[in-house]
């Protein structure tokens, strides 16, 4: 479980193709230990091998369709999270690091501090768990969602965001990794097992 409170970034520096499908993915972060696990880009995976601060991770051929992991390349920025510990403060929004559909960033404006990035959606079904000043996952980044539209949304990132994150480094027609709030989920599970009126 996470945030979205993005610790750092890091670079890739490999990304190994697996010829049957998957990859192995090498990043330059900060020494952790075999097993644990680190959101990248808001996808949770476990690190398989460290050396110092060069950690190696496998993604499966399911991971590089559903996320944006696929399209990595060396000297790429992603963004990093550890995961919750008992004593951590809740600064964004519950995180499982579990994407739900990825989205295409299609404008990047500045206004005043801040800038407006506006996201389209590759699944459109998912914008029932999008809705305005709700929570949502953007490439692990926790964020409060403004406007939406029939499959779009927009998000207001402030300049302390700007800088800690890759956002600054995303160009429009680019793809983002998204997770909506669990929350939504949750309910719309309840509601569909709801039982009949009168038992």
């Known amino acids: 479980m996470f945030t979205g409170i993005v610790e750092a970034t890091g670079t890739v520096e490999s990304v190994q193709l697996h010829p049957n499908g998957g990859a192995r993915i090498a990043i330059r972060a900060f020494p952790m230990s075999i097993s644990e696990s680190l959101a990248i880009n808001g996808v949770c995976l476990t690190v398989q091998r460290a050396e110092g601060d060069l950690l190696f991770f496998d993604?499966?051929?399911?991971?590089?369709?559903?996320?944006?992991?696929?399209?990595?390349?060396?000297?790429?920025?992603?963004?990093?999270?550890?995961?919750?510990?008992?004593?951590?403060?809740?600064?964004?929004?519950?995180?499982?690091?579990?994407?739900?559909?990825?989205?295409?960033?299609?404008?990047?404006?500045?206004?005043?501090?801040?800038?407006?990035l506006k996201f389209q959606l590759d699944e459109p079904s998912y914008m029932r768990y999008i809705v305005p000043k709700g929570s949502i996952a953007v490439d692990g980044i926790s964020l409060t969602v403004v406007e939406v539209g029939t499959d779009w949304f927009t998000v207001w990132i402030i300049p302390h965001t700007w800088e800690a994150t890759n956002l600054q480094r995303r160009r429009v027609g680019e793809r983002v990794n998204i997770e909506t709030d669990i929350l939504a989920r949750y309910v719309e599970q309840l509601l569909s097992r709801a039982a009949p009126s009168g038992v």
Not at 61 to 69: A, K, S
Not at 82 to 108: C, K, M, N, W, Y
């Open 59 to 116: 993604a499966v051929p399911e991971t590089l369709r559903r996320t944006n992991l696929g399209e990595l390349q060396a000297g790429d920025t992603v963004n990093l999270e550890r995961p919750l510990t008992p004593q951590s403060r809740l600064g964004g929004h519950f995180v499982q690091g579990h994407i739900d559909t990825t989205a295409r960033l299609t404008e990047i404006r500045a206004e005043g501090n801040a800038h407006i």
